[in-house]
C-alpha cells in the first residue's frame, strides 16, 4: 500500500476475522513501533505483544471500552515507566502517541486493521502482563483483519473541516 493510503485507509477496527497475523508481518509492526521518533531519543517505552487468546480475554477487562481486545489477533501492550512529574507524564505519552500511530500505519499498510483501548483497571493489566511496579500498561492497540470490510481509502472522514482546522500564519 502508498503511504497516503495507509493514511486514509486507518480507521478503528473492533471486529477481526478469527485469523493470525504471520509472524513476519506482527515484526514489522513492531519493528515500526521501535523506530518511532522520542523525546531527546529517550525511547520510554516497551512493548508487550500479547496473542493468547485467554491472555487477550482477561486484557479486554482493564476498560469498559476495550472488548474488542479479546477477539483480536495480537493486541501491543504500550508499557512506560511510572512517573510523579506531570511534565514527564506528559511527554511520554507525546511519544506513545506518535508510537501508536507508527504502528497502525505500518498496520494498516498490510492490511492490518487497529483499534485503541486505554487502561483504567491499572493493577488488573500488570497483573495480566507481569509488569513490575515502576511500569504501567499506558494503552493497548488491538490488532487483526476487519471481519467487516478490508481497509480502503476513506473520501469522506469523520472529521471537522480542513478549512476550520487549519490556520495560516495565525489564529
Ligand atoms: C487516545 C485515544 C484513546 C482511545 N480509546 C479508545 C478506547 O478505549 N476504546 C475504543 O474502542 N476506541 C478508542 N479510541 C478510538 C477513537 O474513538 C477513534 O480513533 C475515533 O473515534 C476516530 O475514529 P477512527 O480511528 O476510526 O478514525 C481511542 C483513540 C485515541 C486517540
Redo the contacts with the bound molecule.
Sequence with gaps: METWDAITS???V?NYEDRAIPEDDLVRVLEAARRTPSSSNKQRWDFIVCTDRDQLRELAEV?T??K?VASSAATIALIAPVSNDSKERESIHYDL?QA?MSIMLAAADLGIGS????VTEHDLARRILGLPEDRACA?LIALGYPADRPLKPIKS??RRALDDVVHRHRW
Excluded at 115 to 118: A, P
Aim: net charge positive; glycine share 12%; proline share 6%.
Design positions: 486507518r480507521r478503528n473492533r476498560w471500552y476495550a474488542h502517541g501508536t483499534g485503541h483501548s486505554s494503552w472522514p469523520d
